[in-house]
């Protein structure tokens, strides 16, 4: 069994078939998927999914989210997270942490956010999926500063020194799609070099696609789609097994187990998704 911890399955790209999308998944062996939330406005709304396909998720206000936010939105999510305390598909605070890739984000506003939401995840005992662009050195600094129940860094591209210190501080690392393309160097020295215990898998659907789903610009121009799925996890599964060079099975138990330590709430739906 596979477990997606990074899949936003409220997105648009998916009103279409998102149906389809669950079925698809679970019949590539996908027993469980985290569908974070980015701001307020969605949180409701990954709940809803959660509960309608008996899935995971998390509250948080994403990075790129936060020059449109402020002490009205951190409140809402402490009052969602104190609404929802007692329900076992909540397993994570997030989607939040640092994006300075993208130009033009309040560096100052995303730390002040980051700051506040990792206080609720330690005052509600909640672990944490971040979000990690050219940021790494930072977010480290702040779990530092701020302890939180560990988590996950969702699609990590930084230094093998960078993922020790993650695992020192009781984090796991994600892996999805850019795994799999043959010049992503950095990553696939990590995922190589890795021990089995600090890994996670996630697909970030429907962002991040694996190799074989990427198109040209020339053919997405022509309207060619790169749409992810958590379908594809089972194969991304199997190119990053290969790299490492260990049988498949070996990954797919470890990165499950893994999920399921990172994220313990994951252990009960495990279960009452089993005896159903």
Known sequence: MWIDTHCHLDAAEFDADRDDVVARARAAGVGQIVIPAVAVANFERVRELAHRHRLAYALGIHPMCTDHAGAGDLASLRDALARHAGDPRLVAVGEIGLD?????????????????????????????????????????????????????????????????????????????????????????????????????????????????????????????????EPAELARIGAELAALRGEPVEALAAATTANAVASLPRLAGLIAEDGDG
Request: no cysteine; charged share 20%; hydrophobic share 45%.
């Open 100 to 228: 300075h890739f993208v130009a033009g984000l309040d560096h100052d506003r995303q730390a002040e956010m980051f700051a506040a939401q990792l206080a609720l995840a330690a005052e509600f005992g909640l672990p944490v999926l971040l979000h990690v662009r050219r940021a790494v050195d930072t977010v480290l600094a702040h779990l530092r500063r701020q302890p939180v129940p560990g988590g996950f860094a969702h699609a990590f591209n930084g230094s093998e020194q960078q993922a020790g210190a993650f695992v020192d501080l009781g984090f796991r690392l994600g892996f999805g799609g850019a795994v799999t393309f043959e010049r992503a160097l950095r990553i696939r020295r990590v995922g190589r070099a890795l021990a089995p215990g600090a890994i996670v898998m996630e697909t970030d659907s429907p962002d991040i696609p694996p190799q074989w789903r990427y198109r040209t610009v020339e053919a997405r121009e022509a309207g060619a789609t790169m749409r992810n």
